[in-house]
């Protein structure tokens, strides 16, 4: 493997470590997923260059999904501040009306 791909996969690790042991607030929660989520972008970008694959449909419908995602995570955030005045996900029991 090359080291750009290493770098990635290993950010990936990172984030997800992150996101498994840091996950308190909301905030850093969302936070770790688009970093895995830009992990995997670059990862499939690079990859897509090294292998000689004209087509970067995949990688693009990653980026959307990632963008959609951070949405409706920004969302959630403000919904969960705005009615129960925290973004402690300890605090929060968004399954109960």
Known sequence: TSPTNLL???SFIIFTVGFTFRHTHLLSALLC???MMLSVFL???AWSLNSNISSF?????VLTLSACEAGIGL????????THNT???????LLQC
């Open 8 to 10: 990635f996969t290993f």
């Open 33 to 35: 997923l688009e970093g």
């Open 43 to 45: 990862l499939m970008t």
């Open 57 to 61: 449909i995949l990688p693009l419908t």
């Open 75 to 82: 969302a959630l955030l403000i919904a969960s501040a705005r």
């Open 87 to 93: 973004a402690n996900l300890k605090n929060l029991n």
